[in-house]
């Protein structure tokens, strides 16, 4: 995996020009206005697991359109008082598997919430949420990136971002949660979600975590490498040349280039230069772009993998600093 | 390209036990009463193309639960009376494309009804027709063989199966067509299509030509082949072991092997003896399970191309004896 | 396929120096004089097919060296009078194949040739046409690029080139065909031929259209892309550094940077910006060369299929508008 | 990914002959009695990690020839007691990563005891033991298959199998472990030294779990799969010819089918009928070989990854009942 | 590489019942009378290399209709008398490239007669002696097991073999060359002319090496491997099934099961079992059906290197008792 | 194929600024100095093979720290007096292999001390001496560009660079050789360790031939090529990022870049630009901090085959020049 991408330095200092859909913010205030009229009370119900030491509970809460969406949370067993709480966002193609494969805030002392991705959880960890549609506004892709991409009111993106700003929104109903002591974690799909909901959720966040995330700086994405998910959007947009216009306008929406500058919280950024799937400028872009205090780790020899293990050890650090 | 699969004296006898869902029958004539239920008239609206030696008309009709398809309707220019009409289905990931891509049935004086697919038409040739859902029952992997799979009444399938059963059965309204002289056509998953056509329509179909169908003897396919869009379930599978079963049952209700014994119409097969994405043995299961007078035209050294311009000839030669 | 070649802003400025073959022009008229000189009339031969909309003739015609060479003649059935007629080229590998797999001109209301390609017609779509030698001057890599390449005289595109010149210059002699309407289309190594046919063939040509062609800027070509046919050269070059500059000498003489010039008739090119085959660049190179009014259609998220259907309608307009 | 071995039916009939080396028990006494002989009490340190829920300590003890060997030992936090332990080896080209990449087992109330794998630790997940030789025995193919091949005394595996019998054997020694109730596990190679320990050990084991296995029938596995790192015997035996009757005899010494009749500890097993890497006829030629009771978890559709979530939670299950 | 084809214990038996064509003899008889009616004498010119140890001649000699042939004869410098002399032909795609690169049989006192290929020579190892065709039979996939495949009598291989047997027939005439002692040697398509050689050739040959031959059993060849070149056979039926059996029957002129009863002289052959260009059963057809004395030297972990360095030792011996 | 790297004008111009590690000199002095110390006479046995026209000595010498290091040594036979010797050493994976695969040097007219490389020699020419450790500085992934790169004095290549200026300083000990004219010769990893040889042995050398080499500006390799053995630094380095440091000091220690500037010799070099395994621009980073008189010799179209036959032609030219 070569340095197909700028050099460190040139990251460091780029900035590209973008341009946000003029009714970006009309947008996503309506959008989550209309999720949270639609909203019922969380649920969360025990679940007996093999683990002893860990507490977890199958919770329900409504996202986009009041739609059901899955979630587990796990807690130390025998924790008293509310705990800190880390919303976690997945991978794309994930969805939240078993309990038993989210340990890793639990055994820091979390109330760890991880929220099913809508209609994913098929390609590499089972999930349990539908993805109730409208899928109704056109052809696609196979694939999430493309599923109503020529109308930003109904796109796949559109519904998952208000997902996760609906997640982190309800934590603090959860049983064992203090909902002022609040981050939001994730990877690669996730952390594009994490920077969204960080931007656009109505409840303070006191820390996020962003390693390689996608859904960064979709347009120069899609020139600059071939690899899933965002060559998803290059099919599209070949067999359709004359509606890429329109597509793109719609990613647009989704973009944490435009998104994140509204966003306040100390943040924490990974990006890998020998990333192809998340492209390091592409993530680079996002971070200058952001609104609050933010770090970036950087890994020099990592592709999309953006530093696994010892970017887990640092980001464990970075949210005990801020909310434990 | 070896000869992965059984061989041709094998594949001639091949006549493997199936056990069809017990309420089969119900299941699709309470599928299609419904949409026959919620039909509206089609609509056909004459479109200008450069071609000054055929006549195209944009179709609009009712599919599953009345929602609405798109089609192309393309005929000789200057026909006097209805003419025989040919509907095809269209292989996966493409979608009905421009006029000006379906001219061999026109040329050869037929009525051409080309039926777009839900959803899909961006992968290699443009759709314009969406996938209304509701896609509410589960996680997918990415493409469209798992979107629903986990339940028969949410599936995918069959709300295409469904359109392409009311496309046949809209196909005498259209103008410049004689219902009478009707024949179903498709390759890879329109041969599927047309299979299903041929077994479920209410109305008389002449002729039937099905070129290295998809969707036969689906549980043997996802044992014998890695290639997509067989592998998608494979993948489901794999990440769901505890839903394998009721995704497999699922598919039996569109698979041919089961649906194809109530067809009557004469019907043109080909199997290519190098074809991992419809594998010989999944067509020769659904060929000798077909109900009606069949033939069998086996490409010994194609891979899914399944004869091509070959068996293009040899269907116009099928069609024309049967129909015109 | 990421961006790989020029962007688009210096593709539309990219016009490098490019040094022709000092006998460039004695090369091909003595070359074609003697075509000329050997040629016999072209024979027209009806042909029954399927189609009932169109009249096929088997066509035999004189090219290089007075060798016959194969072509399909479709013309719509019923036309009266004379038609306007396109000449078609064929893409690298391919063949005439069966009349039925040429019905877009046709069905546009024209006369349509197309030519056979020598030698090949073996690797995707059928041919009837041998390539009489002389294969005298070397060895050569598999394929038909590196074919006699050490001597122009004995190349095998000088033989190919020399095919697609007469086959325009004996349109006129054909059935039904108006030789005063008469325009010349191909795609990729058909692009090719039908720029080298506008740049050398005697009769008056009306209309142009080259998609992604092949034969452009080859020295360049060589040194940007590793996908074949370009690189059947680098694999040449590889084995016989001593004879290099006499390979890339001989391709001067059928490299389209250097024929194009001389090319009057009103032309339309496209280049994909995602085609590693013919590689954006060297159809730019050609396309500024070009001496006659010209227009460039981009797809940015093509690769070599550059632009299909839409396209296709593209040219149909262009061929319309100025020969019909 | 096919079904390319036995069928299912197949494997649970298929018991191959196979010829253990004459002196296997003398060869195992001698180079376990020299690692006791050599042996130096295991040290364990307490390390400080974000972990409020798990206490770590970083372990050496002795392995083969009395080299040290590296390990983690976790267990619950604030744990009253000795507690049930697992031993887990790792897969091939791994190491022992971070504490905190190993938390399933002390969320399930076990100590967990990790241990490296000398020389490995590179490839995918950090390590920290070397291999501290003698790598005198002759060349080798990149990689630990072929490391030392020529002679069994000299062989890696032999090193590797002694580090992981005594791993077991000196977890009694460890802060916190009641050694009475002691289980081992581990997937891929870390499933073969599973076995190995529960056949070699001199200390009573009370579960075995061992996830799809390598180290099984490897004279087999040699010639159904190309996939590494059997393939790398492969590659060995290929340049070597006259020397590969002496490395398929080296690895006799450390083949399970040789070793497990010799363990007596309830074990479960998992074979995955799509995993080519270590294929599910060798797996269950060691399953059948097993002197212990025994059970084995079927995966269908599963290459190498051979149940993940889903056995480690059928393992969490198996285990408590015999261990907790 | 999986042991893919038989098993060593069904080579051993496997003896295919194959048909030649009817006019086998009479074929060739004619094909050599008229090459040796159109011969011309050979010529040797001395050649200035930086070998100081062997003197190298630049041979020309007549092939197939008297067309020249180039090859190299590399002698021990300062040998007194005439040698023993070994006639090589070389595999699928190289030439005789330079004098420096064949020394091994000069090295052990032989005079060695390196034949070009005639139109090969640029894939991997140079090439001076081009095909003057005629190429005119028709279509061919690139490469050359198709170039001229419809007919036997413009065939491309019958060119070759034909040039093969010519060149052991006039090695006798080249200076320092004992002509009655003669071996033909060849690895791939090399071995196929060196077994053509031995089949049809005129003068005696004390000894034949055949190192996993090209050109043996190619109808089953042709379905149990994708690999070229037997695949450019596969590609040519695929796209012209019409013409598949007329291109099967003429390769049936130059299989070595059919050729091969005819030869007389002790035979030394290899097979690899993990072969898949040349496939063992295939090997094992020709061996079973070669009429004189034979070996066969199996390499059980080998792909088409079929024993390198260890089967060209082996070779040294086996001429060495026959010849020297 | 592309041209990845600089353009031939850069690569000219090419001098980066390299770091060498401060005591660069004293450990190499060192390093030999003991290995002098330990060193026993070079043994040297005849051996038979079927090479009539050369004699073989099997050769063993000390290398680093004592150990003994096999070779062959391979002479004209017949030979009187003293000959001049080149010593050659092997790439990547290889080891001597048999004697009969080393001819080209002795059909020159020299002495041909081919040394084996201590622990390869199992990936495509066999081997037949061990890396007798200590490997026992630290993990590393399947190879040996990492093993032991943690510390210098661990690691792999310093091992095997102070064997390759052992086998330069004893091959005068050898039968029939003249010490004084003395030429070494490589390619790839051999091909750096004749620039290590000519940079730190203590004898005079007249020639010096590097083809390909590899380790060279180590630093730059990694960030441009994804190939192995340079990738395999990479994988190091993404599992272990705090590592990364440490492990390229390492490999400073061993890179021709800085090693080069002390040698003297006349050198020829040669240079590929299509090279991925060992890039043009880090041979002629090396190229250009060579310390003595330099020719290169690049090919424009080749891989790492750099140049092959030709280039092989050339190296015996600039040898005799300089050695004879």
Request: net charge negative; glycine share 10%.
């Amino acid at each position: 995996m070569t340095l197909f991408d700028l050099s460190l330095d040139e990251l460091w200092r780029h900035r590209p020009r973008v341009t946000p859909p003029a009714d970006l913010d009309g947008f996503w205030a309506e959008t989550l206005a209309e999720a949270r009229a639609a909203a019922a009370p969380a649920v969360a119900a025990r679940v007996r697991t093999p683990l002893t030491q860990v507490t977890t509970y199958d919770v329900s809460f409504t996202g986009y359109a009041g739609q059901q969406i899955k979630a587990w949370l796990n807690l130390p067993a025998g924790a008293v008082g509310p705990l800190p709480v880390v919303v976690e966002f997945i991978g794309y193609g994930g969805g939240r598997g078993r309990p038993h494969e989210w340990l890793l805030w639990a055994a820091a002392g979390y109330a760890h919430l991880v929220m099913d991705t809508r209609g994913q959880g098929a390609s590499w960890r089972g999930g349990d949420t539908p993805d109730p549609g409208p899928d109704g506004t056109g052809p696609s892709v196979p694939g999430y990136l493309t599923r109503g991409v020529l109308d930003p009111r109904g796109y796949y993106y559109r519904r998952l971002v208000t997902d996760a700003v609906r997640a982190v929104e309800i934590a603090g109903e959860l049983p064992g949660v203090d909902a002022d002591r609040l981050a939001v974690v994730g990877c690669s799909q996730g952390g594009g979600l994490a920077l969204a909901a960080a931007s656009l959720a109505s409840v303070p966040i006191r820390a996020v975590v962003s390693q390689v995330p996608f859904l960064c700086h979709i347009r120069r994405a899609v020139t600059i490498t071939d690899a899933d998910p965002y060559a998803e959007l290059v099919r599209f947009c070949r067999i359709h040349p004359d509606r890429a216009a329109a597509a793109l306008t719609t990613t647009d929406y989704v973009d944490m280039v435009h998104l994140t500058p509204r966003a306040t919280a100390p943040a924490l950024f990974s990006a890998a230069l020998m990333d192809e799937i998340c492209p390091p400028s592409t993530v680079f872009a996002a971070y200058h772009a952001y609104g609050g205090p933010k770090e970036m780790e950087v890994y020099e020899w990592d592709g999309h993998e953006g530093g696994r293990a010892h970017f887990a050890h640092r980001s464990l650090e970075f949210v005990a600093a801020l909310v434990h």
